[in-house]
């Protein structure tokens, strides 16, 4: 058998000081669309509070201060970021920041080749979801 030996914890927290700790091996894991819908499912049934990683408002100006780390700490001139794309609130929240103290800044988004959503969501004209995203071939 070729799978992984990798067990997951995913820790759910209420008003109470009770965790419930959920744990699967990688071979039960769900597809992206699947899990997320389970996780909406968990959250309602439990009475929680589903954060999106990325498409949400408040993670996604989260994810500017990352642009306020890198613009505080660096005092030379800036000419363009490369910042990877993932699911969008990375670079949706650091370009926010960026563009609005910086418009000269290019921000360019990166992504490896076997999960270039957002690439074929450009050239598709609209957004796009991955059949499939490949895990563990990085190309430099």
Not at 39 to 66: F, S, W
Not at 91 to 97: H, N, V
Not at 123 to 138: F, S, T, W, Y
């Amino acid at each position: 058998n070729d799978a992984w030996s990798i067990t997951l914890f995913f820790f759910f927290f209420n008003d109470t000081a009770t965790t419930e700790i959920y744990t699967l091996s990688l071979h039960d894991a769900l597809p992206i669309y699947e899990a997320y819908q389970h996780a909406c499912q968990l959250a309602r049934k439990n009475g929680m509070t589903y954060v999106h990683p990325y498409d949400d408002e408040e993670v996604i100006a989260g994810q500017g201060t990352v642009a306020v780390e890198i613009l505080r700490q660096h005092s030379a001139d800036i000419y363009a970021i490369f910042i990877p794309v993932g699911g969008g609130g990375l670079i949706a929240g650091m370009a926010i920041y960026i563009k609005h103290l910086y418009p000269a800044i290019k921000v360019i988004g990166v992504e490896p080749e076997d999960a270039a959503c957002l690439y074929r969501a450009i050239e598709a004209g609209e957004r796009v979801i991955l059949d499939q995203v490949e895990i563990g071939r990085a190309h430099v």
